[in-house]
Protein backbone atom coordinates (compact mmCIF):
# COMPACT_ATOMS: atom_id res chain seq x y z
CA UNK A 1 0.00 0.00 0.00
CA UNK A 2 1.49 3.32 -0.85
CA UNK A 3 0.61 5.09 2.52
CA UNK A 4 3.61 2.60 3.86
CA UNK A 5 6.03 2.81 1.66
CA UNK A 6 6.50 6.38 2.35
CA UNK A 7 7.60 5.72 5.81
CA UNK A 8 9.17 2.50 4.99
CA UNK A 9 13.08 2.34 4.98
CA UNK A 10 15.86 4.45 7.02
CA UNK A 11 15.94 8.14 6.86
CA UNK A 12 18.88 9.38 6.17
CA UNK A 13 20.73 13.39 5.64
CA UNK A 14 20.70 14.42 1.77
CA UNK A 15 22.00 17.87 2.31
CA UNK A 16 22.06 21.45 3.48
CA UNK A 17 20.63 23.98 0.74
CA UNK A 18 21.54 27.68 1.26
CA UNK A 19 20.81 28.94 -2.44
CA UNK A 20 17.41 27.69 -5.27
CA UNK A 21 20.51 26.46 -7.01
CA UNK A 22 21.17 23.83 -4.38
CA UNK A 23 18.13 22.42 -4.08
CA UNK A 24 18.35 18.63 -5.21
CA UNK A 25 15.88 17.32 -8.51
CA UNK A 26 12.65 17.69 -7.65
CA UNK A 27 12.26 14.09 -8.48
CA UNK A 28 9.99 12.53 -5.90
CA UNK A 29 7.04 14.41 -3.04
CA UNK A 30 8.36 16.26 -0.04
CA UNK A 31 6.76 17.67 2.91
CA UNK A 32 8.50 20.80 5.19
CA UNK A 33 8.75 21.70 8.67
CA UNK A 34 8.58 25.16 10.13
CA UNK A 35 8.60 26.47 13.16
CA UNK A 36 9.73 28.93 16.05
CA UNK A 37 13.84 28.06 17.53
CA UNK A 38 13.18 26.08 20.29
CA UNK A 39 9.85 24.74 19.39
CA UNK A 40 10.72 21.26 19.36
CA UNK A 41 11.39 20.91 15.20
CA UNK A 42 14.38 18.64 15.58
CA UNK A 43 13.04 16.44 18.39
CA UNK A 44 9.97 15.87 16.22
CA UNK A 45 11.88 15.09 12.89
CA UNK A 46 13.31 12.42 15.02
CA UNK A 47 10.54 11.45 16.87
CA UNK A 48 8.98 10.87 13.24
CA UNK A 49 12.22 8.99 11.77
CA UNK A 50 12.87 7.05 15.00
CA UNK A 51 16.57 8.12 14.26
CA UNK A 52 17.79 10.25 17.47
CA UNK A 53 20.59 12.75 16.90
CA UNK A 54 19.40 12.83 12.83
CA UNK A 55 18.24 16.49 12.61
CA UNK A 56 19.96 19.29 15.23
CA UNK A 57 18.92 22.14 17.15
CA UNK A 58 18.16 24.85 14.98
CA UNK A 59 20.61 26.98 17.46
CA UNK A 60 23.48 24.49 16.25
CA UNK A 61 26.20 27.09 14.64
CA UNK A 62 26.42 27.06 10.83
CA UNK A 63 23.13 25.12 10.21
CA UNK A 64 20.77 27.72 11.24
CA UNK A 65 20.19 29.25 7.51
CA UNK A 66 19.86 26.10 5.91
CA UNK A 67 17.64 24.58 4.51
CA UNK A 68 17.85 20.75 5.20
CA UNK A 69 16.86 18.07 3.28
CA UNK A 70 16.29 14.20 4.64
CA UNK A 71 15.55 11.53 2.17
CA UNK A 72 13.25 8.73 3.10
CA UNK A 73 12.32 6.27 0.20
CA UNK A 74 10.19 8.03 -2.00
CA UNK A 75 10.03 11.19 0.15
CA UNK A 76 11.86 14.41 1.04
CA UNK A 77 11.19 15.30 5.05
CA UNK A 78 12.73 19.28 4.95
CA UNK A 79 13.70 21.24 7.32
CA UNK A 80 13.36 24.44 7.50
CA UNK A 81 16.05 27.09 9.82
CA UNK A 82 14.13 27.73 13.06
CA UNK A 83 12.68 31.84 12.56
CA UNK A 84 12.15 34.22 15.25
CA UNK A 85 15.88 34.37 16.67
CA UNK A 86 15.53 37.66 18.76
CA UNK A 87 19.31 38.86 18.11
CA UNK A 88 19.59 37.51 14.12
CA UNK A 89 21.13 40.46 12.01
CA UNK A 90 19.04 41.99 9.40
CA UNK A 91 20.81 40.96 6.56
CA UNK A 92 20.31 37.33 7.70
CA UNK A 93 16.83 37.61 8.42
CA UNK A 94 16.75 39.20 4.69
CA UNK A 95 18.55 36.67 3.02
CA UNK A 96 16.74 33.81 4.78
CA UNK A 97 13.30 35.26 4.18
CA UNK A 98 14.00 35.21 0.19
CA UNK A 99 15.21 32.17 0.44
CA UNK A 100 12.19 31.13 1.84
CA UNK A 101 9.97 32.69 -0.67
CA UNK A 102 11.80 31.35 -3.62
CA UNK A 103 11.50 27.79 -1.80
CA UNK A 104 7.81 28.33 -1.20
CA UNK A 105 6.74 30.02 -3.87
CA UNK A 106 8.83 27.78 -6.60
CA UNK A 107 8.83 24.09 -5.69
CA UNK A 108 6.07 22.05 -7.11
CA UNK A 109 6.39 18.66 -5.52
CA UNK A 110 5.91 20.23 -2.05
CA UNK A 111 2.59 18.64 -0.61
CA UNK A 112 2.21 19.82 3.00
CA UNK A 113 4.12 22.56 5.01
CA UNK A 114 4.03 22.12 8.52
CA UNK A 115 3.77 24.58 10.67
CA UNK A 116 4.97 23.50 14.44
CA UNK A 117 3.38 25.58 17.57
CA UNK A 118 4.12 25.12 21.11
CA UNK A 119 1.06 24.52 23.13
CA UNK A 120 2.19 26.44 25.78
CA UNK A 121 2.28 29.49 23.48
CA UNK A 122 -0.28 29.28 20.47
CA UNK A 123 0.34 30.91 17.35
CA UNK A 124 2.48 33.82 17.81
CA UNK A 125 2.87 36.81 15.78
CA UNK A 126 5.82 35.71 13.62
CA UNK A 127 4.07 32.33 12.97
CA UNK A 128 1.17 34.65 11.72
CA UNK A 129 3.81 35.95 9.12
CA UNK A 130 4.88 32.43 8.13
CA UNK A 131 1.29 31.43 7.57
CA UNK A 132 0.39 34.50 5.56
CA UNK A 133 3.37 33.88 3.21
CA UNK A 134 2.17 29.94 2.61
CA UNK A 135 -1.17 31.51 1.81
CA UNK A 136 0.40 33.45 -0.61
CA UNK A 137 2.64 30.63 -2.17
CA UNK A 138 -0.56 28.46 -2.49
CA UNK A 139 1.52 25.66 -0.32
CA UNK A 140 -1.46 23.90 2.06
CA UNK A 141 -0.05 23.80 5.67
CA UNK A 142 -1.23 22.19 9.25
CA UNK A 143 -0.52 23.14 12.44
CA UNK A 144 1.61 20.34 14.64
CA UNK A 145 1.15 21.48 18.35
CA UNK A 146 4.37 20.60 19.98
CA UNK A 147 5.37 19.49 23.90
CA UNK A 148 2.10 18.53 24.48
CA UNK A 149 3.24 16.98 27.79
CA UNK A 150 4.15 19.96 29.35
CA UNK A 151 0.86 21.80 28.49
CA UNK A 152 -1.79 21.72 31.85
CA UNK A 153 -5.25 20.07 31.08
CA UNK A 154 -7.31 23.05 31.67
CA UNK A 155 -4.87 25.13 29.42
CA UNK A 156 -5.23 22.66 26.59
CA UNK A 157 -9.03 24.09 24.88
CA UNK A 158 -7.94 27.38 25.11
CA UNK A 159 -4.76 27.07 23.44
CA UNK A 160 -6.93 25.09 20.65
CA UNK A 161 -9.46 27.87 20.80
CA UNK A 162 -6.77 30.97 20.28
CA UNK A 163 -5.29 27.99 17.31
CA UNK A 164 -8.51 28.10 15.21
CA UNK A 165 -9.46 31.27 15.66
CA UNK A 166 -6.05 32.30 14.14
CA UNK A 167 -6.25 29.69 11.49
CA UNK A 168 -9.60 30.71 10.29
CA UNK A 169 -7.63 33.81 8.78
CA UNK A 170 -5.60 31.74 6.70
CA UNK A 171 -7.09 30.22 3.39
CA UNK A 172 -4.03 27.53 3.12
CA UNK A 173 -4.64 25.93 6.68
CA UNK A 174 -6.17 22.73 7.48
CA UNK A 175 -8.80 22.80 10.24
CA UNK A 176 -7.68 19.82 11.32
CA UNK A 177 -4.53 19.98 14.23
CA UNK A 178 -2.21 17.48 15.53
CA UNK A 179 -1.12 17.41 19.18
CA UNK A 180 1.94 15.85 19.69
CA UNK A 181 4.66 15.02 22.02
CA UNK A 182 8.18 14.27 20.99
CA UNK A 183 9.31 12.79 24.93
CA UNK A 184 5.92 11.01 25.02
CA UNK A 185 5.54 9.60 21.72
CA UNK A 186 1.89 11.09 21.39
CA UNK A 187 0.61 11.87 18.12
CA UNK A 188 3.87 10.58 15.92
CA UNK A 189 1.90 7.59 14.70
CA UNK A 190 -0.79 10.15 13.73
CA UNK A 191 1.64 12.65 11.62
CA UNK A 192 3.08 9.44 10.10
CA UNK A 193 0.13 8.36 8.95
CA UNK A 194 -0.95 11.83 6.99
CA UNK A 195 2.76 11.72 5.93
CA UNK A 196 2.14 8.48 4.61
CA UNK A 197 -1.69 9.38 3.08
CA UNK A 198 0.01 12.52 0.62
CA UNK A 199 -0.13 11.50 -3.06
P1 LIG B 1 14.20 23.17 17.73
O1 LIG B 1 15.08 24.34 18.04
O2 LIG B 1 12.85 23.61 17.25
O3 LIG B 1 14.81 22.15 16.84
O4 LIG B 1 13.87 22.50 19.14
P2 LIG B 1 14.45 21.18 19.84
O5 LIG B 1 13.89 19.95 19.22
O6 LIG B 1 15.92 21.28 19.94
O7 LIG B 1 13.76 21.32 21.28
C1 LIG B 1 13.96 22.46 22.09
C2 LIG B 1 13.87 22.06 23.55
O8 LIG B 1 12.56 21.56 23.84
C3 LIG B 1 14.83 20.91 23.92
O9 LIG B 1 15.30 21.15 25.23
C4 LIG B 1 13.96 19.68 23.88
O10 LIG B 1 14.40 18.66 24.74
C5 LIG B 1 12.61 20.23 24.33
N1 LIG B 1 11.49 19.46 23.75
C6 LIG B 1 11.28 19.19 22.44
N2 LIG B 1 10.16 18.46 22.26
C7 LIG B 1 9.65 18.25 23.50
C8 LIG B 1 8.48 17.54 24.00
O11 LIG B 1 7.66 16.96 23.26
N3 LIG B 1 8.30 17.56 25.34
C9 LIG B 1 9.14 18.20 26.20
N4 LIG B 1 8.86 18.16 27.50
N5 LIG B 1 10.24 18.84 25.77
C10 LIG B 1 10.50 18.87 24.44
Not at 47 to 70: C, K
Not at 107 to 120: E, M, N
Amino acid sequence: EKGRMLFAGETTFLKGVVAMDGLPPADRLEVCFAGRSNVGKSSLINALTGRRGLARASNTPGRTQEINYFERDHLYLVDLPGYGFANAPVAVVEKWQRLLKAYLSGRQTLRRAFVLIDSRHGIKAVDDEIMSLLDTSAVPFQVVLTKGDKVKAKDVEPMLNQVRTKLSKHPAAYPELVMTSSEKGDGIVTLRSIIAGLE
